[in-house]
């Protein structure tokens, strides 16, 4: 029993020793965030499975304002706390976490990410650049996730019947240059209630009418940067024991409660409200396109 309760102290004061280190530069990345705008967002601390405190740093690459973040994730970046290590599950990390948001109310966010040219891919691993997720219990609701065929928008199947895929933008597309991403939403459990709507670039590309959250609804959080999991698949399929380097900016990043709120700008909110979608995406065949037998 004693030898439990030392393991269960241990444990807590390596994760204190991580949530310490992780907080080092902090405010300078908060200072950054408020210089940008964030409006309702309020950015809260590195990911607790952030392994290194400077994976995440200040960028003169920019689109607003002065800097950027960068994220940088390497070989062996996995982070672990009492309940959960990503090194033993496929996982690595870089990302920053926000305060929790609500539901059942509208909320607009704004992103804009740089891909660099020379971006090294880990597929057919997953790669989450932008993920929303309710605590206590954890359960991901939503992410935007990079794959071989570029940018999509996954309702993720801890939450969404079949695990539906929209694709947002090409890979070629994507890659150095800066993308906004929209994303309109009302985190609503009633499949009468719920949406979700999303524009790239200023193009609209996701009108979904139905549920929004988990059945029970709950409040979301924000977490965005780097996130990679089932990383044995890219082992197996490439036969490489180590993973490449990883690289992507943020900016801009963004939440309000109205489009007219979020851009300050009347007439471009009327022009992306205007647009409507011509058909529907077969999500099935993307999701079969992106992983095929992997899922199994």
């Not at 990503?86 to 740089?114: A, G, H």
């Not at 499949?191 to 409040?219: M, Q, S, T």
């Not at 490439?238 to 900016?249: A, I, K, L, S």
């Amino acid at each position: 029993m004693l030898g439990r309760f030392l393991i269960i102290v241990l444990g807590m004061l390596v994760t204190a020793g991580n949530v310490t280190a992780n907080s080092s530069g902090l405010k300078s990345l908060q200072a950054e965030a408020r210089a940008d705008g964030d409006g309702l967002l309020e950015l809260k601390h590195l990911h607790d499975l952030t392994k290194h405190s400077d994976s995440v740093t200040l960028s003169d690459k920019s689109i607003v304002g002065d800097k950027s973040f960068r994220f940088e994730l390497n070989n062996g970046d996995c982070g672990y706390e009492p309940n959960w290590s990503d090194c033993d599950n496929e996982r690595e990390r870089t990302e920053l976490y926000y305060v929790d948001d609500t539901f059942k109310k509208e909320r607009w966010y704004r992103f804009y990410i740089f891909v660099p040219k020379d971006f090294n891919s880990v597929v057919p691993a997953k790669t989450s650049f932008i993920q929303f997720s309710t605590p206590n219990p954890f359960q991901t609701v939503v992410m935007f996730q990079y794959h071989k065929g570029g940018l999509f928008f996954n309702m993720n199947g801890m939450t969404f019947m079949g695990d539906p895929w929209y694709r947002l933008k090409s890979d070629e597309d994507l890659r150095g240059q800066w993308t906004e991403i929209l994303f309109n939403t009302n985190w609503h459990p009633d499949y009468k209630k719920g949406y979700f709507k999303i524009w790239i670039d200023g193009e609209i590309k996701v009108d979904y009418k139905g549920r929004a959250n988990h059945l029970k609804g709950k409040i979301v959080s924000l977490r965005y940067g780097i996130y990679n999991s089932f990383l044995n698949r890219y082992r197996r399929s490439t036969g490489n024991t180590t993973y490449p380097q990883r690289v992507v900016y943020f900016d801009g990043v963004r939440g309000d409660t109205s489009c007219k709120k979020l851009l300050k700008d009347r007439a471009r909110c009327n022009k992306l409200l205007s647009q409507t979608l011509n058909h529907l995406q077969d999500t099935k065949d993307w999701n079969h396109k992106i992983y095929g037998d992997w899922n199994k």
